[in-house]
Nanobody
Framework: QVQVVESGGGLVQAGGTLRLSCAASGSPYSFYDMGWYRQAPGKQRELVAAISLWSNNYADSVKGRFIISRIGAKNTINLLMNSLKSEDTAVYYC??????????????WGQGTQVTVSS
């Protein structure tokens, strides 16, 4: 059974830095994509940053401030969040995607970690 576990959320002042980590374990699939999404109260879940075998993608709102990275060939990613703003406050979810031998992509989500930026 695939488990996706996030860590590193918390409370930080505006302008500060936080690092989120996510690890997916128990996957029988090959790595396809991992990323961070966030959902603020009353808003839809949105992409923050994602990393695949071919590229890294960022939401426009975090470009130049956030950096996503993968730890070697592991199913582990980090998100370094610099120059945090109050509008970054949200629950951050990690998504892992693995691809099977039949090219079917399987998606798994973590339970989320709260990030609160105080102004």
């Amino acid at each position: 059974q695939v488990q996706v576990v996030e860590s590193g959320g918390g409370l930080v002042q505006a302008g500060g830095t936080l690092r989120l980590s996510c690890a997916a374990s128990g996957s029988p699939y090959s790595f396809y994509d991992m990323g961070w999404y966030r959902q603020a109260p009353g808003k839809q879940r949105e992409l923050v940053a994602a990393i695949s075998l071919w590229s890294n993608n960022y939401a426009d709102s975090v470009k130049g401030r956030f950096i996503i990275s993968r730890i070697g060939a592991k199913n582990t990613i980090n998100l370094l969040m610099n120059s945090l703003k109050s509008e970054d406050t949200a629950v951050y979810y990690c998504r892992y995607q693995g691809i099977g031998s039949d090219n079917t992509v399987h998606t798994y989500w973590g339970q989320g970690t709260q990030v609160t930026v105080s102004s």
